[in-house]
């Protein structure tokens, strides 16, 4: 989980995964929402937001370069909604297109244009096929600039992502707070990322600042409580002590903004170090830590101020992440991962997350990939409408097998474990995924 470079961004999410070592045949999906464990939390708010970027280009018009990826896949969910007693399940076709872009302006200027996109056919709940739940576009959608202004590198980014997945979500009425729906079918949201990003160096030290805002919103009036927009700001550090030694440090102030009175407005300011330690060629540490100091308005339907469901106003905690790594050989590698990180919730003001991870990559054969992970997370709701206090198991496998030199067909299979203590939140879920993958 290290700080982003512009120039080379590296992603700060666990590698997809395993549980149930079941399905030893095909996926690690090209760019179009692959079935994927979910990423571990990050641990602090100066984490910058990674850069989209894509290694292959199968076409090229003057001096801009162009990729195109089209899917098709088969799901099968046998908990759509998330229910802990009527669940829905079906079989779903999920044609796909990834689209990248490009332009190298000059020596000193580049545009990048990244879409992922993938409609969603059901084929026995007919009710879910409208537009607002069919057509999802992915977190790999950007547009960005980049300039380099002598040792200062800029980036301007526009991200964008909109999803239908109903994990975790509930319907609320605004006046009172009240749940109204427990597992509803599908959670539409809407989110927009537009920043700017620069990297410098002094001597060497190396710098790098981010100024964003993000806007969440959902169509559909029974989901308004989640909109909102969060501002931030931040700005890293860190140097290179010897060759397998690197610091640093970073600092961030974000503040989020709810639209309806359900949810209380606040802020929060971080501060942390982090080290990444190469102990020797095949083991690597990295450990991360942030002091937080959140502040939560008073007025909202979570607040203990205005009604009876009783939620913290302001709190400072402790954060952190810590992950041993280790290369086995050529063909295989694995990663323990422990953390603990806090984040704003949409029925309360926050939830606290402890929790592990253990992620494998082994390259059976050039043609054949197999990427695992398991894991266990607790998290502590600090009250609110649901008081949402649960424990669950995630996992799932997944592997790819390249037929051709542009064809590659892909299985992937993910589990969910929930059990918690609210009314209705706890539920299991299993989702298998077949996808073929031609790059054009």
């Known amino acids: 989980m290290k700080i982003q470079n512009l120039m080379s961004c590296r992603s700060i999410a666990c590698r997809t995964g395993i549980f149930y070592f079941i399905l030893f045949l095909l996926i690690q999906v090209a760019n179009a929402q692959p079935i994927r464990m979910e990423s571990t939390p990050t641990y602090s708010s100066f984490i910058m937001d990674a850069r989209v970027e894509r290694e292959d280009y199968n076409f090229r018009f003057g001096p801009v370069l162009i990729d195109v990826i089209g899917t098709f896949g088969l799901e099968y969910d046998d908990n759509i909604n998330t229910s802990e007693n009527n669940p829905v399940e079906d079989f779903i076709l999920q044609p796909g297109i990834n689209f990248g872009l490009k332009w190298q302006i000059n020596e000193n200027n580049e545009l990048d244009l990244n879409i992922g996109a993938e409609y969603n056919y059901y084929l026995s709940e007919d009710d879910l ?5 069919q057509f999802g576009i992915s977190p790999n959608t950007e547009l960005s600039f980049r300039v380099l202004l002598g040792d200062i590198v800029l980036r301007v980014y526009d991200q964008i992502q909109y999803s239908f997945d109903s994990t975790d979500s509930v319907v609320i009425d605004t006046n009172t707070g009240a749940v109204t729906e427990a597992d509803p079918d599908t959670f539409t949201r809407l989110s927009n990322v537009i920043g700017v990003q620069s990297e410098w160096f002094i001597g060497e030290n190396a710098f790098s600042g981010q100024i964003s805002r993000e806007d ?64 020797t060629e095949v083991i690597g540490l990295y450990a991360g830590g942030s002091v937080n100091d959140r502040s939560f308005d008073e007025g909202g339907l979570t607040d203990s101020a205005a009604s009876s469901f009783g939620d913290t106003s302001d709190v400072t905690d402790f954060t952190w992440n810590i992950i041993l790594s280790h290369v086995a050989n050529d063909v295989f590698n694995h990663q323990i991962e422990l953390y603990n990180a806090v984040n704003v919730s949409d029925t309360a003001n926050f939830d606290e997350v402890d929790g592990v991870r253990y992620t494998i990559a082994y390259n059976i054969t050039p043609r054949i990939r197999l990427d695992g992970a398991v894991g266990y997370e607790e998290n502590e709701s600090s009250g609110g409408l649901i008081n949402d206090d649960f424990n669950r198991w995630l996992g799932g496998v997944s592997t790819e097998l390249v037929l051709g030199p542009r064809l590659t067909a892909d299985v992937g299979y993910e589990y969910q474990d929930k059990d918690s203590d609210a009314a209705l939140q706890s539920y299991d879920r299993n989702r298998v995924r077949i996808l073929v993958s031609y790059d054009f």
């Open 216 to 279: 969440v919103y959902s169509p559909d009036d029974e989901f308004s409580y989640v909109n909102k927009f969060v501002h931030k700001i931040l700005l890293n550090w860190e140097r290179a002590l010897a060759a397998n030694f690197t610091i640093g440090a970073g600092a961030s102030y974000e503040t989020f903004d709810f639209d309806d009175p359900v949810n209380n407005d606040g802020d929060v300011f971080s501060i942390g170090p982090f080290f990444d330690w190469k102990i």
């Open 129 to 133: 096929n409208e537009a607002k739940n």
